[in-house]
């Protein structure tokens, strides 16, 4: 990575930043980061929870031989951390931190990431919990930027198929238990899904985050049952990550 680029301001996604970025970014690249772990424990009533009824999604804990794989992006303009600052902090509870990130490419060098983190003082910190009770609650969950089904499903099927290094064992199990409580409860995975990611420009940037390529802004349709949509940001802002 060129000394322009370590410059640049990135930011570390682990979450729905993953496959639903929501801004226009210029590189991107797959890596990890340390001493951190995934876990469900962050409450949501903004995005896919209700303030009576508030799903889950995830935060990281420290642990000292830890390590979270996620995408590093750059960021591109004053629009995309601001609207960063709303969706993760306004909205979501999260704090910030700077943490080393480590790319995939081992011909590129570790560079500083900005990392949107929840710990126990945050307002909507959950906690931990027996995974059969995170993935009840998850299954029961909704809110304006749709399922919380949703948000762990696409997170899992990201990581498994973009970054198959990356096993999350508490990540892999509450996708087993949510799909075991789909089953159980005669539910329709595709309604809980929703409309997803759109085409073709997901598959572009999802590419682009393997492969650590640049992507020039591409337009493309809201979805007006989602975070992206109550932004009111201009189409051209949005990016995804096919999943």
């Not at 979450?15 to 340390?34: D, E, K, M, N």
């Not at 995934?38 to 889950?56: A, D, E, I, M, Y």
């Not at 989602?226 to 096919?242: A, D, E, H």
Request: with cysteine.
């Amino acid at each position: 990575m060129d000394s322009r680029e370590t410059r640049s301001l990135w930011v570390f996604g682990y979450g729905s930043l993953c496959w639903h970025p929501g801004f226009q970014f210029g590189a991107s690249t797959v890596g990890y980061i340390r001493h951190y772990v995934r876990r469900f424990w962050q409450g949501n009533s903004t995005h896919r929870g209700t303030v009576t009824k508030p799903g889950r999604v995830a935060t990281l804990v420290e642990e000292p031989n830890g390590a979270t794989w996620g995408v590093a992006y750059e960021l591109t303009g004053e629009a995309a951390l601001s609207y960063l600052e709303t969706r993760e902090v306004s909205l979501g509870g999260y704090t910030t931190n700077v943490v080393t990130f480590f790319p995939r490419d081992a011909s590129l060098n570790p560079f500083p990431v900005l990392l949107y983190i929840a710990t126990p003082s945050s307002r909507e910190w959950a906690g931990s919990a027996p995974l059969h009770e995170i993935a009840t609650q998850i299954t029961q969950c909704s809110g304006p930027s749709g399922h919380n089904v949703e948000y762990l499903l696409r997170l899992a099927q990201f990581m498994r198929e973009k970054v198959p290094e990356g096993y999350d064992e508490h990540l892999a199990t509450l996708e087993t238990l949510v799909r075991l409580r789909i089953k159980e409860n005669n539910l329709c995975l595709k309604a809980l899904m929703g409309d997803g990611p759109t085409e073709p420009q997901a598959a572009a940037a999802a590419a682009a985050a393997a492969a650590n390529i640049r992507q020039e802004p591409q337009p493309q349709e809201e979805r007006r049952d989602t975070f992206q949509f109550s932004t009111k940001l201009p189409p051209k802002k949005l990016r995804c990550l096919n999943v």
